[in-house]
């Protein structure tokens, strides 16, 4: 396994998103949340995997729940990460805060998110009173979701420090965060979570010929004229994953992997896609690979 370490925290550069754990709108169905999801997280801290993030709006908590059930015993393997969503008074952010934290099962959180910026509130409404649950010990490290870089910056002022992380959607087919997040996280030792980093799926290849049956299949990515536009990403892809042995799951993996200061938290609906994902911190692409990708995929994006 790799390892990123910036701001004084130390996490695995392919971690494990949990937004499956207790979901319904995935499909997965009740089966899936009380075994497989429990052996995920087994197989996952096996193989050297410690951030494991979730949110209280997962699953309404039950993601929660099931993440702590999964990691009793092993609590001191495991960077664990949830999120706030910033839906109610800022008050209430220390209650929501123990809240996740009892779900869990823990005593402290090590990183404790903003899941969106509020439509409401200012980071002056709430990043002070995170600053106190890190006082306090609950928290060990504060980060953002889904902010701008002003955002994430903004949130830095009010806190009255470093804010670690970031978390935003980030893959060959979102690459937004390149442009002035990445850059400004790695000149000041933060760090970008990747969540959706293969694009909920579309940069697999298994969506080439039809789309998913769940929630996905009425977004505009998945439809038919749109995964048929990525045909000349998907045949590189694959074809650098031939030449690596690889799959093209773990081909787009490994070209977020070569950034400096990014983390990635793919999903993963049994152990054996948890395996594969995890094996993309084997894959060296050249720089050829490298530039290739990216230039098909600034491409489709235009």
Known sequence: ??????????????????????????????????????????????????????????????????VGEAIRGQRDKVFLATKLFPVGLPVQVASKARGSARRLGVDRIDLYQQHWPSPMFPPGATMPRMRKLVEAGLLAHVGVSN????????????????????????????????????????????IVIAYSPLAQGLLSGRYQDAPPRNFRRFRSEFSAPARARLQPLLAAMGEIASRHQATMAQVGLAWLLR??????????????????????????????EDARLGAIASGNLG
Do not use: C
Request: net charge negative.
């Open 259 to 288: 950034k400096p200061n990014v983390v990635v938290i793919p999903g993963a609906s049994s152990v054996h896609q948890l395996e594969q994902n995890v094996a993309a911190v084997d894959i060296d692409l050249s720089e050829e």
């Open 1 to 66: 396994m790799k390892y990123v370490e910036a701001g004084g925290a130390r996490m695995s550069a392919v971690g494990l998103g949990t937004w499956q754990f207790g979901s319904t709108e995935w499909g997965y169905g009740s089966t899936y949340a009380r075994d497989e999801a429990a052996k995920i997280v087994g197989r996952a801290i096996e193989l050297g995997v410690t951030l494991i993030d979730t949110a209280e709006v997962y699953g309404f908590g039950r993601s929660e729940r099931i």
């Open 147 to 190: 902010f701008s870089l002003g955002q994430w910056q903004d949130a830095e002022r009010a806190f009255g420090g470093p804010v670690l992380s970031d978390q935003v959607r980030f893959s060959l087919l979102a690459r937004g965060p390149e442009r002035d997040l990445l850059p400004w996280a790695q000149q000041n030792d933060r």
